[in-house]
């Protein structure tokens, strides 16, 4: 019985150390970004992070958790989703006040609910700098939004600045994780519903539709301000283009004139009399053809015997009118 006990002892406790070793077995999977803590004793003394089938030393030697890190995990303020809505419900939410009531920076109350978006991107940091990572963020979150809010007014959270809101609350966050040393990623912090209290409601409902308002009316002066200065620039190119080409014409003209000053002038230095006396026949030949012709006795009395309407032959008649005055273009002329 004794051999007998103890051959059937050795393959029991053979089977049973292959059983235990055989609990030492997992697997890591590609998707989610599964990475695995092993602990010996308790201690942490590696990290697997490639996928496939993986070993450790059996309980109690060595332990591991397996987390998922490329998982995108959400992180609720002031609210909580008690029921998400399928293809045909709509999500049920429940508000926290105790959470999402704030006060703002010119000292108004406004209920903030928010919604911050993390990852994993150290598992060990994670898991072992602080005893509930996800508690610790929430705290930490729920600082961060707090100062934020109180550091806007509130106009600019209800309204216009709320991108920059997010981007300051993710930046501010994402420094408290780094110095906690959270093992966290901030993704995304986004203000999913900001209210007025219920007192005020109303009130805050006519601001809001002001404001509106306003945007409106700037818009619509800024469509027709973009109307109108196109077309008053246009006009005055145009009227700036007119000015320049008469300014030039001027100029050539004037440039003509004094070259035909200069020419004039050459000639008339070679010969002042001559020229003078040239230049007064020039012009009375273009004058006298457009001038009526009076003759006139000494006393102011007009012969009757010429044609006044018409062109006089004064030298056939010069015997009969002597003594006569010939007046053309108010200038007298005595014959």
């Not at 014409?249 to 020419?263: L, M, P, S, T, Y």
Request: proline share 3%.
């Amino acid at each position: 019985m004794k051999k007998l006990g103890l051959k059937l002892f050795i393959p029991a406790l053979l089977l049973i150390i292959g059983i235990w070793c055989l609990t030492g077995l997992y697997t890591l999977r590609s998707d989610g970004g599964e990475q695995a803590v092993i602990m010996r004793f308790g201690r942490h003394v590696r990290t697997e992070d490639e996928a496939g089938l993986k070993w450790h030393f059996p309980y109690p030697i060595e332990t591991v958790e397996i987390v998922k890190c490329d998982v995108v995990r959400s992180l609720e303020l002031g609210y909580r989703t008690q029921q998400t809505g399928g293809i045909d419900q709509q999500p049920v939410y429940s508000a926290v006040p105790e959470e999402s009531l704030m006060i703002t920076g010119d000292e108004n109350l406004v209920h903030t609910e928010t919604v911050i978006q993390y990852r994993i991107k150290d598992v060990a940091d994670y898991l072992f700098n602080v005893r509930q990572a996800p508690e610790a963020l929430k705290i930490a979150a729920e600082a961060s939004v707090r100062r934020v809010v109180a550091n806007h007014d509130l106009d600019h959270v209800l309204t216009d600045q709320k991108d920059a809101i997010q981007n300051e609350i993710l930046s501010d966050l994402q420094t408290i994780c780094d110095e906690y040393g959270l093992g966290i990623e901030i993704i995304k912090v986004a203000l999913q519903d900001v209210y007025a209290p219920e007192e005020v409601a109303d009130a805050f409902t006519d601001v809001i539709k002001a404001r509106e308002d306003m945007n409106r009316f700037i818009n619509e002066a800024q469509k027709k301000a973009n109307e109108i200065v196109p077309a008053a620039e246009a006009k005055q190119q145009e009227i700036l283009n007119e000015a320049n080409a008469y300014k030039e014409k001027r100029i050539a003209e004037a440039k003509g004139d004094v070259e035909n000053f200069r020419q004039v002038l050459a000639k008339y230095s070679l010969g002042p009399e001559v020229t003078r006396t040239r230049m007064y026949l020039e012009t009375m030949r273009e004058v006298l053809p457009k001038a009526k012709i009076y003759i006139m006795k000494d006393g102011g009395e007009t012969l009757r015997l010429l044609s006044l309407g018409g062109d006089a032959d004064i030298s056939s008649k010069s015997g009969q009118y002597s003594g006569a005055t010939v007046q053309v273009n108010g200038n007298t002329d005595q014959e």
